[in-house]
């Protein structure tokens, strides 16, 4: 059975750092991809970051030079490293890893994913 776990969420003021993780287990590996995505209140969820093949990154344009997405293989886990945060940044994070050639998580229900919440 296949479970991705997202943590490291928090309420921090503008300017400040989270670094949130997503611990994949099962018969899935963060090798094939990983993806991070949020969604804000009354807003479509949208794609953060992603890194897939070789460590090919792709990142939105509202988070290039602050956020930076890794994996660690042993580990089976991914990270978003989140610096200089803004208010704009509040969200709800959430995760993906590549299942095969397909991205696990699909349709509307992703889970609980971590609250980020920043102030100014």
């Known amino acids: 059975q296949v479970h991705l776990a997202e943590s490291g969420g928090g309420s921090v003021q503008a300017g400040g750092s989270l670094r949130l993780s997503c611990a994949a287990s099962?018969?899935?590996?963060?090798?094939?991809?990983a993806g991070w995505y949020r969604q804000a209140p009354g807003k479509e969820r949208e794609l953060v970051a992603a890194?897939?093949?070789?460590?090919?990154?792709t990142y939105a344009d509202s988070v290039k030079g602050r956020f930076t997405i890794s994996r660690d293989y042993r580990a089976n886990t991914a990270y978003l490293q989140m610096n200089s945060l803004k208010p704009d940044d509040t969200a709800v994070y959430y995760c993906?890893?590549?299942?095969?050639?397909?991205?696990?998580?699909?349709?509307?229900?992703w889970g609980q994913g971590t609250q980020v919440t920043v102030s100014s």
């Open positions: 993906n890893v590549k299942y095969g050639s397909v991205w696990y998580r699909q349709g509307d229900d």
């Open positions: 890194i897939v093949g070789g460590g090919i990154t």
């Open positions: 099962g018969r899935i590996s963060v090798s094939n991809g």
